[in-house]
């Protein structure tokens, strides 16, 4: 259903079974997959392409313009995958030339109340950003990753899979996967290991986890001194593989 209120671009398509509410907006460009609900007074501009059963309320602005100040209107786009929920004022841009020229979002997400993704930023699947959250331009946040609410992340910075940003918490260093880190400056404070096992995760496994977090944050090694340690359990634990892959990786360097 699309109410009568409602305004559609021309160029603009809609899927099947799509519920548009009054006063909403979808611009040229958007492609709005199957089931998805758009409540009332939503605004998604293109190009962008939306996959399908993603549920959008009322004054959430998907797809817009950054707000990077060279951005000078190219056609950037916006990726979004399946079954999203973007809740009230919620805020997610489009990409920049500077970078590849695209934001995505997987599926699965839950983005609340103010959230904001800034433009050529790469959010996995089965995310959750807290009231208020942001991550600013170009970056990473990997699956099933919490950010707590009134968190900001600098731009750039990875956020690793299964890490858990505490409220209120400035980011200003990769975060590796697993671990939780608070504060302003974020620091490390353990790992994730409620919701490793939320998400099966054998006792085995979340034991050499912690056993890596020991390794890297406890002993007083070096970054390096500390992968080199890990390096035999890398073939036994793709869990620690994940974790040092990530760790050499980093251009912005870790929490710590």
Known sequence: MIHPSA????????GNNVRIGPFSYIGAGVTLGDDCIVESHVVIKGPSTIGRGNHFFQFASIGEACQDKKYKNEPTELHIG???IFREGC???????????????GSHNLFMNYTHVAHDCVIGSNVIFANGASTAGHCHVGDWVIIGGMSGVHQFCQIGSH???????IVVKDVPPFVMAHGSHAVPNGINSEGLKRRGFSAEAILEIRRAYKVLYRQGLTVNEALTELADKTEQWPEIKLFTDFIQNSARGIVR
Not at 7 to 14: D, F, L
Not at 94 to 103: E, F, N, S, V, Y
């Open 163 to 169: 890490s858990f940003i505490g409220g209120g918490s």
């Open 82 to 84: 399946d079954f999203n």
């Open 91 to 105: 805020t997610v841009h489009r990409g920049t030339i500077q970078d590849k020229g695209l934001t995505s979002i």
């Open 7 to 14: 305004v559609i671009e021309p160029g603009a398509v809609i």
